[in-house]
């Protein structure tokens, strides 16, 4: 008799890798353990709920764990937290109610996700005081906001999850400031664009404290400030979002390997140093379609990709998770800004790349249209190649655009050839030259002269 295949963590990479199982074998016997009581939820939403365009947080659950059970034959069991894995006798320690008991599996896959990180703050411990990574979180910023009706919140962090916040708390009524110890937002999504997401947030009314690095919080049993270098800052209400760290403790404990970036090490098909381990999501590296290299990122897709394939691979159809070009869209207030690829010159010298780099500021609509709002653009390539590495977009509409490049990066386009592609043009949709054939069409008249 084949041993189940048995799966740790019931999100996005663990729910996606049984659904895929059961459907390619529906005699395979599988096993999910959560620790946690939600499963398969949608923690994008979670700054959408807390906004209120999201009415009840249950609405963020894609498939319940009666559907999961009864409807898809997985034997999902929440309450259940794996405590160890012993890859050589193939059997997880699982607690549950107080009690342990061994689990054979026949394949595993760790889909343990992120934690937030946690600086040693002074005051962390403050009632308001607050990280947003688990649906209990955002159930319990809703209710802190409902019954306390702060006045002023201090955001730690200028992240996508801190811009995301600082929207939702604004829309609450509520004075919102955010600290950042680098000199700008939204690191990864490039300088050009965080300036005019910056820009915009201070016109929506956010206090915008970059280069700023928190010390602590104060106040008596609740949160009344945040202490900074030389003075302090009132809050009601404090949310830090200063990234993420992968689960990987119990892996590395059962001496499954983890990477250069201290996620867990996978191959293509998403197997750890374990032929029948595989580790997918938040806590395992992606092959960088740019560079490469393995990467962590911590993103829904790859999550969700990641244990598709993984669940077509332990049943009998060995299937590739897929690089990553880490493509990520935020939305701030009434903008969006994206990324894709290989941004920062730094990294990408790194990677073996000479960058160059235009930014450019093109009309998402022609001039006659109605509605028309400016697009910026950055795309950077290398030099020599002239190979498209990556790029960031911002503006109030048609950011999405993003995808364009994310496939270019996909297919190892150069700057020539994205500016020779077949876009759609119609007025109500774009100029005739899309703004990302434009930012093509002047990076190439860079990397010629
Ligand atoms: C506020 C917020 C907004 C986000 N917005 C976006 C977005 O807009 N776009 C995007 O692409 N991504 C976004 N993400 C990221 C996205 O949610 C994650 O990439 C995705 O959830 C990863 O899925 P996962 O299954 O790898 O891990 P997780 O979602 O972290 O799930 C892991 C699960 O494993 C369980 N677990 C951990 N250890 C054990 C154990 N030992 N035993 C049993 N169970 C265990 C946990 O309880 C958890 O339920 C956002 C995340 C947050 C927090």
Redesign the pocket.
């Known amino acids: 008799m084949t041993e189940p295949f048995v799966i ?9 890798a049984a659904s895929k199982a059961k459907r390619e074998a529906p005699d395979r016997d599988v096993i999910v ?4 009581e ?2 398969s ?7 959408y709920y807390i906004k209120g365009e999201v009415d009840d947080l249950e609405d963020l659950v894609a498939v319940t764990p009666e559907e999961f059970r009864e409807e898809r034959d997985v034997d999902l069991r929440t309450g ?4 160890a894995i012993d890859p050589e006798a193939k059997t997880v320690t ?1 607690e549950t109610d107080g009690e342990r008991f061994e689990q054979p599996y026949g394949d595993l896959l760790i ?6 990180i946690e600086p040693p703050f002074d005051g962390f411990d403050l009632e308001g005081v607050f990280t ?3 649906m209990n979180e ?1 159930d319990a910023i809703e209710d802190y906001v409902d019954d306390r009706g702060p006045e002023t919140a201090a955001i730690v962090g200028g992240g ?2 801190g811009v ?2 600082a929207e939702a708390l604004t829309e609450r009524g509520i004075d919102v400031s955010i600290f950042e110890m680098l000199p700008q937002t939204l690191q990864p999504f490039g300088e050009e664009t965080a300036r005019v997401v910056e820009d915009h947030l201070r016109e929506q009314g956010v206090d915008l404290h970059l280069e700023t690095a928190v010390q602590g919080f104060d106040g008596d049993e609740v949160v009344e400030t945040v202490a900074l270098e030389d003075s302090s800052v009132a809050a009601d209400l404090v949310v830090v ?1 200063v990234g ?1 760290a992968p ?1 990987v403790s ?1 892996a590395a404990e059962a001496g499954i390997e983890l990477g250069p970036t201290d996620a867990i090490a996978t191959d293509e098909y998403g197997r750890t140093n374990y032929d029948d381990v595989y580790a ?5 590296e992606a092959t960088n379609v740019v560079t490469g290299e393995p990467d962590h ?8 990709r ?2 598709r394939a993984i669940g077509s691979t332990v049943t009998g159809d060995p299937t590739p998770t897929g690089p990553t070009a880490g493509t ?3 939305k701030a207030f009434e903008l969006g800004a994206a990324r894709t690829g290989v941004i920062d010159p730094e990294r990408a010298r790194e990677a073996g790349f000479d960058p160059v780099s235009v930014t450019i500021e093109a009309p998402t609509r022609p001039h006659y249209y109605p509605g028309a709002t400016e697009l910026t653009v950055t795309l950077v390539a290398d030099r020599e190649s002239e190979r498209v590495l990556g790029a960031s977009i911002v503006g109030h509409e048609g950011t999405k655009r993003i995808d364009t490049i994310a496939t270019a990066l996909s297919s190892e386009l150069t700057v020539p050839e994205l500016q020779e592609l077949d876009l759609a043009y119609a007025p109500p949709f774009s100029p005739v030259w899309d703004p990302v054939l434009t930012a093509a069409k002047v990076l190439n008249g860079k990397l010629e002269g």
Do not use: Q
């Open positions: 740790v963590g019931g999100d996005a990479a663990g729910m996606s353990f959560e620790k946690g939600w499963v939820y949608a923690a994008c939403g979670m700054p259940h937290e794996v405590v699982v889909a343990t996700g992120a934690r937030a947003l990574r688990s955002a996508y999850v995301e916040m979002g993420v689960n119990l997918a999501g938040d806590c395992a990122v911590p993103l829904a897709l790859t999550a969700n990641a244990g990520a869209i935020v």
